[in-house]
């Protein structure tokens, strides 16, 4: 599970572009937490404390306590916008949360097991074939990862939705049986002969020479 984070901000007046840039020239990032049966909440973020966290990865899928103005107030990004050249933080929008509530996330997807596939030491690559999964899962028990083995694995094996055990209190959005990983068949298995080498043993043994 990723850790609650806590972040600082303060409230701000109102919304709008106009606003929202003068936010941005007092070196602050205009936000704004919104859901939980409440109105919306316009705040200004510390611009430093936001880039770092945003960069820091997994910031989509952290719960975030935000003080504002000395009022916790718990909620997760559910989006944030760049600057298109400079990749600087421009806007975050935030999910509040309530207690038992479930939210809707990209969960990575993180392959153990490489070093003792018996399909990858026959030379076979590892694919992922998908990066990531959808889920529902619980706001204050989100993971940072979706686990899968490739251990047991031989070329040609793979691994379905089906057969992985989600974390508790989670679920997928789709209900087909995708294939997430594979071991593929490398050109040339590891324990195959070289050719030179199998074509001297197949070659029939030379008479030896008569004196």
Do not use: W
């Not at 479930?102 to 993180?110: A, Q």
């Amino acid at each position: 599970m990723s850790a609650v984070k806590q972040i600082k901000a303060s409230a701000r007046a109102s919304g709008g572009k106009g606003a929202a840039r003068a936010i941005r020239r007092s070196g602050k990032i205009p936000a704004v937490i919104y859901g939980g049966g409440e109105a919306a909440l316009p705040i200004a973020l510390d611009y430093a404390q936001t880039n770092r966290l945003i960069y820091a990865g997994h910031f989509l899928t952290t719960v975030f306590e935000i003080d504002v103005d000395g009022t916790i107030v718990r909620a997760v990004p559910r989006d944030y916008q760049l600057e298109p050249v400079k990749d600087t933080p421009l806007h975050v929008d935030f999910l509040r949360l309530s207690a038992g509530s479930m939210i809707r996330v990209e969960i990575p997807i993180h392959v153990t097991g490489q070093d003792v596939s018996p399909g990858v030491k026959r030379g076979g690559m590892v694919q992922i074939v998908e990066h990531s999964l959808e889920m529902m899962v619980p706001a204050d028990n989100i993971p940072d990862a979706l686990e899968i083995s490739v251990a047991t694995l031989n070329i040609g094996g793979s691994v379905h939705l089906a057969d992985v055990k989600l974390p508790d209190g989670c679920k997928t959005i789709t209900r087909e049986n995708l294939t997430l990983v594979a071991v593929s068949t490398p050109t040339k298995l590891a324990d195959e002969p070289a050719p030179a080498a199998a074509a001297a043993a197949a070659a029939p043994a030379k008479a030896p020479a008569k004196g």
